[in-house]
């Protein structure tokens, strides 16, 4: 007998069949974002996987999103509300969309591009396939579009409110040539632009098949249907978590050579099935790339709580219903116009952590230690045979500590599904020689599950000269443990490390001018320990040193172990006194405790 229910609409519901139906909308998005991240042009799309894809109802709402970027997911409702109400009436068929405005089209920064796209089923809007994808360049006064020290949205590039960027089946060529005037990597960005259209046009594909499989009516009713779910999915998680008003602040390190520390202020309030997330406190907007859109910040506190759940809910746009979002307008994470928004990913990163702080107090075994604190975004920039290039990637990444294992090292933070690009790539496409690439010893915090290791990479200018421009954190306020977890390691930006040694702010609000032979490097931040380090298993500590992830003068001086070495190179540990070293270590915590 089969799992059924009615609706009020007298609609049969079949658990199973909707399972199948959300199963093909995930793998339709799955499909979009496969076809962009095979035909996209530049790196920082085609192998960052810095874009996403979704698929959306004719009212706008996500039905799925397509792997890569968790903190998109919540932005599409917001822009689509804004293009079906500026569009009402005249949306027809084959037309494709074009924005990227965060004030005038709820986008997020300008390098981030929608292309959305209505999919018509017998003469009627029955869905619509969106895609976002961040592009190498959009102009404005810093190449890549991550201008950090700009003041106003008009420094950072070209803002696109919605536009059709083809009619009925024509392109607009006059917007077409307008941008490939305006941005340093034409051929990329009008290629990447392809790429999505050719995205949005493979899920035309798979709902065009589905609604001839199904009938549009039933799929559009399970789609509904599917947000109901996934709000009583999410709601009743929420319903597992304690009652209560739990806080946390977070910070930036702040901007520039002097820099001032921003404040991200986070109160989660649980109240039975559903949550308020209140970012009173919080900076005020600054004259700098830093602010993130509202819809922005409302995606990356969607991220931040998706991840501490454990039910398998849909990743559709009834997950959001149970949350609300504030924050106080002309704040940091709400700004107003004109506020620059380039660099807004950093503030979006610290979004989530601030909120993995608060959520700590609520669900501790479900939340890390403090991560590494997102992506770094290194923009090298110049001039070769006469052509400009532009190079960026999302360099991640390692996380903290959890309640049951050490962190990952190697991995994107939980806000961006994003990949490091392959040294290979890298010097095959542009002047750079990659000379170092590898983990940091001794950077992860230590704890009784101890943070990942931090990451370096050094990139050597092979022409003339070259701009940087670095988005980072994480030195003045680094990862921090939890529950007796201490403090990964900072982060460094440095010009020839080797020689002259010259350290970068983390947030770069100018450009840095380099000849050939210079070096970048950066030095990733290790992620946060979890727990007490004297807690730690001796065989853990033991097989760090052996992996060279820690050193032997740290596991004494931090986690209580003592090693020692035979004839043959073997190393053991000293019980007799690694068991003095953890009570005087214990001993000390007990005395620093009761002076606090």
Known sequence: ????????????????????????FDTIADDMAITLMRTAYSGIVRDSLDFSTAICDPEGLTLAQGVCTPMHMGSFFDAMKTLLKQYNGSIFKDDIFIFNDPFAASGQHLPDIYIAMPIYYKNKISAWAVTIAHHSDVGGIVA????????????????????????????????WDMISLNVRTP?????DLQAQIASCKSGEKGMSELFDRYGVKKILNYGRQLQDYAEKLTRAEIGGFPNGEFCFTDHIDGLGENPETLVINAKVIISDNSITV?????????????NPSFPFTKAATYAALRSVMESDIPNCHGFTVPIKVKAPLGSLVNPIFPAPCGARGI????????????LSKAVPDRVTADTAGGSTLPTISGYENGKPFVFCETFMGTWGGTSKHDGQSGVPHMGANQSNVSIEMIEIKYPIRINKYGFIKNTGGPGKYR????LIREYEILSDSASLNV?????????????GGKNGSKSYNIINPNSQRRILPVLMTEVEKLKKGDIFSHEMSGGGGYGPPIEREES???KDIIEEKVDIKIAESEYGVAVIEDNLGNLTVDKKRTRLLRNELSSTSSSLNKLN
Do not use: W
């Open 1 to 24: 007998m089969s799992n059924t229910k009615k609706t009020k609409s007298s609609f049969e519901i079949d658990s199973f069949q909707r399972e199948i139906i959300k199963n093909s």
């Open 144 to 175: 890549g579009s991550n201008a950090i020290g700009g003041e106003e949205i008009f420094q950072e590039g070209l803002r696109i409110p919605i536009i059709k960027f083809s009619e009925g089946g024509k392109f607009n060529q006059a917007l």
């Open 187 to 191: 051929d990329e960005v009008l290629g």
């Open 278 to 290: 209140d970012f009173e406190g919080t900076s005020k907007q600054v004259p700098a790339g830093v």
């Open 347 to 358: 503030t979006g990163y610290r979004i989530i952590d601030c909120l993995f702080g608060a």
């Open 451 to 454: 943070g990942g290791l931090g």
């Open 471 to 483: 988005r980072s954190d994480k030195r003045k306020f680094p990862p921090h443990g939890l529950f």
């Open 540 to 542: 853990l500590v033991l």
